[in-house]
């Protein structure tokens, strides 16, 4: 299924704002990846403590509201491509910090400005919480979720597993 | 006893605009969805990990 990752570019990263309210975020980094119709963004927000929270979006969404950014179907039937691919992008990042932790939200649905689907165990949470489970396995990480927010955290072993998850626990939280 | 304040004693020093409660990100007056929404992660149980997990599939991660 995770079988056809997209060959994947970084585009740069964007440092910490200092004016920002959100305190332990250290950099972005951006990539980009294309697929058949279209241009993905993958934003990935490095907090302290080599916790990575990771973003996709479309490229044509970059400016969109949150809502359509994170919870849009394109209907292109490539998300086992599009979601190796971002795995993909967390294996180049583990290779070079060997304690990272990764989160993510699985956003509900949205179709035409209306959410379609409750914000527990969404269908993107369910299929990320798959390809975590299956991709990275439980040698190395600890996985972590939060059915009613759709949150899932994959804390890397090498690292203070509680502490790892008050960060999550925090981080997350501000992002809705 | 009863003490008053002479009326050019009282200054507005700033005053701050409600926010709008129909704003998306605005749950009634002032707090924001931030505050209304908890995360509390919790180790994924050993019954979840099994159904998910796929044999065929090999962990990308040694």
């Given at each position: 299924?995770?079988?056809?990752?997209?060959?994947?570019?970084?585009?740069?990263?964007?440092?910490?704002?200092?004016?920002?309210?959100?305190?332990?975020?250290?950099?972005?980094?951006?990539?980009?990846?294309?697929?058949?119709?279209?241009?993905?963004?993958?934003?990935?927000?490095?907090?302290?403590?080599?916790l990575y929270l990771i973003e996709f979006f479309l490229r044509k969404d970059l400016k969109s509201k949150k809502e359509e950014k994170y919870g849009k179907l394109t209907n292109e039937r490539k998300a086992s491509g599009i979601?190796?691919?971002?795995?993909?992008?967390?294996?180049?990042?583990?290779?070079?910090?060997?304690?990272?932790?990764?989160?993510?939200?699985?956003?509900?649905?949205?179709?035409?400005?209306?959410?379609?689907?409750?914000?527990?165990?969404?269908?993107?949470?369910?299929?990320?919480?798959?390809?975590?489970?299956?991709?990275?396995?439980?040698?190395?990480?600890?996985?972590?979720?939060?059915?009613?927010?759709?949150?899932?955290?994959?804390?890397?072993?090498?690292?203070?597993?509680?502490?790892?998850?008050?960060?999550?626990?925090?981080?997350?939280?501000?992002?809705? | 006893?009863?003490?008053?304040?002479?009326?050019?004693?009282?200054?507005?020093?700033?005053?701050?605009?409600?926010?709008?409660?129909?704003?998306?990100?605005?749950?009634?007056?002032?707090?924001?969805?931030?505050?209304?929404?908890?995360?509390?992660?919790?180790?994924?149980?050993?019954?979840?990990?099994?159904?998910?997990?796929?044999?065929?599939?090999?962990?990308?991660?040694?």
């Amino acid at each position: 299924m995770f079988d056809a990752p997209y060959k994947f570019y970084k585009t740069g990263e964007t440092k910490r704002n200092p004016f920002t309210l959100s305190v332990n975020l250290v950099k972005t980094l951006h990539y980009r990846f294309d697929t058949e119709k279209n241009e993905y963004h993958v934003d990935i927000k490095c907090y302290e403590h080599s916790l990575y929270l990771i973003e996709f979006f479309l490229r044509k969404d970059l400016k969109s509201k949150k809502e359509e950014k994170y919870g849009k179907l394109t209907n292109e039937r490539k998300a086992s491509g599009i979601v190796r691919t971002c795995f993909d992008i967390m294996l180049e990042l583990l290779s070079k910090d060997k304690s990272a932790s990764f989160a993510f939200i699985g956003s509900p649905t949205y179709k035409e400005r209306q959410q379609t689907e409750s914000a527990a165990r969404t269908k993107r949470f369910i299929l990320y919480r798959y390809a975590t489970i299956n991709l990275l396995g439980n040698e190395s990480f600890e996985v972590f979720e939060d059915e009613y927010t759709s949150c899932f955290l994959a804390a890397n072993k090498l690292c203070d597993l509680d502490l790892i998850k008050q960060e999550a626990n925090a981080i997350l939280k501000s992002q809705f | 006893m009863k003490t008053t304040i002479p009326k050019k004693q009282i200054t507005k020093v700033s005053s701050t605009k409600t926010k709008n409660p129909r704003s998306s990100n605005a749950i009634g007056m002032y707090a924001t969805k931030a505050d209304v929404v908890k995360v509390n992660l919790i180790k994924v149980s050993e019954a979840v990990y099994n159904a998910n997990r796929v044999k065929a599939y090999k962990p990308l991660v040694p």
